[in-house]
């Protein structure tokens, strides 16, 4: 810096040769004030609406996703009636008619012969109902000819009309419910046969092609067991690969090409990773496609660099007072840095470690290209068989047809968030509690 | 499972030779461990390395290889009636041949008269090579085991410098660990380059990086070879500049402003509220964003501009009125707009920290001369901070180049080369993901292009950082 950059014309008002009038200067000063006003208006603004963005985005995830964590279950009595059962093929009898015969004798309607009202009916409950009755006429076929209370949820669009998103209002032709089942919905509702309550299955189910029966379950095992195997590779080997380079490393050119090459690893695209992972792993190694271990792998090599760059930051806060000490009571190079440097320095290695962790349970485009799109109606068994991911579960339902899946996909970005927030916050804490400063 | 089996016992093993060499070093010393060169449990320790490791490491090595060679030597021979077959049959064959032998559902291809024969001749076979490839790595693996604990307990005496030899294998374990870095770049370089180069063997890579028509879909079948128009890359780098220009706009501006105010004007505890938010913002997953760009954006955007259509239609400006009027929920701005919220908080902290490291007397002699906060940042701070802002925006644009899933969600698929902002523009991420989404092929120039574009999205932004780089050593000002 030079003072000519200083001085452009009204920073000097103290010249004293061209003293410009007592009105002028006033006026000058006024003006200097007002462009420091409003520069600083600019730089609030801007902060404003940073955090406009941040509560609007926070608020309106939320606002679409809350009411999934409420469902509406319906009990009913169903007469379990012999001729309609079949004892020798229980697996072919149309369980979801019993259903609605059981459905329509309590809303005292009767079936034409096209099976519309039936067929109205069906659209009201889940196919859950009739997978119950499966089961329970497995277990004991003593139940056939006798009358069973099942309780299941509502279907996607029923629900929707008693949480208000379907609306009376709207035309008839434009709603997926007609005003006669809508009538029946609030018939239910009054007379107690369906009750509000909050929404366990949300938790417990997998994904499903039925909105009301999909869950987030298979999709948080699949991302705890590919967060394992992204653990397990890039913790030990990104730590350790930190030690040599701040430790151990001579300074040549080699060292000097691993460490550019780290810090433009950790700039590469995430999708370029998901590219490496499918011409290495899947097509060169045979790893089998979208199962936790190869998207553990392909995480583990993208979260290598941070976790290198965050223990070296970490490593390099021990002050070198301690090596020397370790050093001059007679310990080697490598009991020094295992003995004393490495554990004084891990509290900051966990943080960036569970740091970035948590950015890879959010990722999902290099997942996208191994493989991890298809519908999986489960946890996954091992880490070879196919799952999905949280995230990927959000692209999957965001992409669905029908509107209560984008409910559900608000949702499963809560519990994406919560795991993440819980994710930071340990690493806040971890880093709060241990962290020394010298 | 043989192999989780195997590893188990040759920890027990090698767990058992530490016992020994330590056991044998203690004997050696007569008990008294101020006789030994190193501690005992060095000596231990050498001696399970050498029982371990190198087994270790072959059995992992036949877990991850084994598969492939025992494919090769089943391949190896293939009778007439296999030959007959087309190549992918031929494939779906060697498969299905796979899976039998291991007891897993084959596919629905039937298999008749002399394949029949020839496949369960495979399948047969197929159990015998498994046999002996996993046997003999057992057996090897068994074999250097022992041999590693017998060729290093002997040398287990006083005089040896067991921890010597120990920290030769850590050095040795953290070089492979640096090393794995740069083996991840190199085959970041090599999958793409290679998987680019048969791309280009179809398709040269003059048209496919100046051609001006995008249209995978068309070249679909084998026989039906990329007609060199279908593979242009122009619309796909318009789009993706189009969308990294809006994002810009949006995170250039707020980013540099909130970190100037935070690092010039706000106290201590606005510092302390605001900065973590922001880092929340910065944490946020980018499907959220997509999330937010297709349901919320979108059709804000989309209600938006429809309305001043409507407002204006029928008036002087009636055509584009009309446009308006059929603006689409997937537009550019949006993407553009949603990445750039995105943005925000990494331009800002970028731009925090170098505003930061402008040294204090620099603004003191400012205020000293009768400056303004404002002028002081104006002409002060941000010429010194220039080169290290110009770096941060330079990684922005890198980042908005390469996000996926914000584009994938909210930008569209239609490769259009337009300037644009309500069009639906498609980037080259957009594509990379549809290319390689769901089943494929590897030998179709329509998946392989995704890896084209794969290698020019990866040179553009290791070129940004390098540039970056350079310029923040070439032109940042020393203080001290």
New interface residues.
Partial sequence: ?TDA????SG????APAARPAESARDALLKK??R??K???A??????V???I??V??VG??VA?GYSTFETHTLTVPVYLNPERIDVNALEGVNYDYIVAEAMMKKLGVQDDDLGTTSGKIMDLTSRDFGNQLLQMVKKDRSLIGKTVNVTGSVKADADLYYKGEIKRSTAEEDRKLDNQQLDWLDRLKKDGTVQTGFNTKFFTNSDSTEPEQAGVWGAVIGSAMMLFITAMIAI???V??A???EE??PKNRWTD??EV?????A??????????G???FI?W??VPRGSPLVGGLVLA?MA??TV?IATRSSLKAVPPSIREAALGVGA???QTV?HHVLPLAMPGVMTGAILSL??A?????PL??IGM?AFVPGAPENFASSATVL??Q??IW?NASERAF?ER??AA?IV??VF?ILM?ATAVILRRRFERRW | MLTWLSLLFLALFSGAAFMAGRSRALKSSGGSKAKLHSLPNYYGLYAALWAGAPAALLLLLGATFGGRVEDAMLQAQRPAAVQALTPDRQDVFFSDVNAVATGQAASEVSYDGPLRAAFDAKVVEAKRIDGIVSYSVLGLAGLLALAGFLLATPRINTEFRARNRVEGWIAGVLIACSIAAVLTTLGIVMSLIYESWRFFESVSPLSFLFGTEWAPQIAMRADQVASSGAFGAVPLFAGTFLVMLIAMLVAAPIGLYSAIYLSEYAGRSMRATIKPLLEILAGVPTVVYGFFAALTVGPLFRAFFNGIGEQMAGGPLDGIAQYLMQVQNQMALVAGVVMGIMLIPFVSSLSDDIINAVPQSLRDGSYAMGATKSETVKKVVLPAALPGIMAAMLLAVSRAVGETMIVTMAAGLQAKLTANPLDTVTTVTVQIVTLLTGDQEFDSPKTLSAFGLGLTLFVVTLGLNIIALRIVQKYREQYD
């Fill in positions: 810096m950059s200083l001085s452009p920073i000097s008002p103290g200097r004030h462009s420091e409003l520069f600083r600019q730089g609030m603004a801007a902060i609406v940073a955090m963005f941040l609007v985005l309106r995830i679409q030990p080997v990104g350790l690969a030690v040599y380079l151990f490393a090409i691993i090459n780290i810090n433009n690893l700039a590469v695209p995430s999708i370029v990773y998901g590219l490496l499918l011409a290495l097509n190694l045979h090599l290598l660099p290198i080697s190079k490598a295992f948590a950015h349970l959010g990722e999902t485009a996208l290209m799109v995230p990927v959000v692209f965001e984008h996909t608000a970005i994406l968030l993440m930071n």
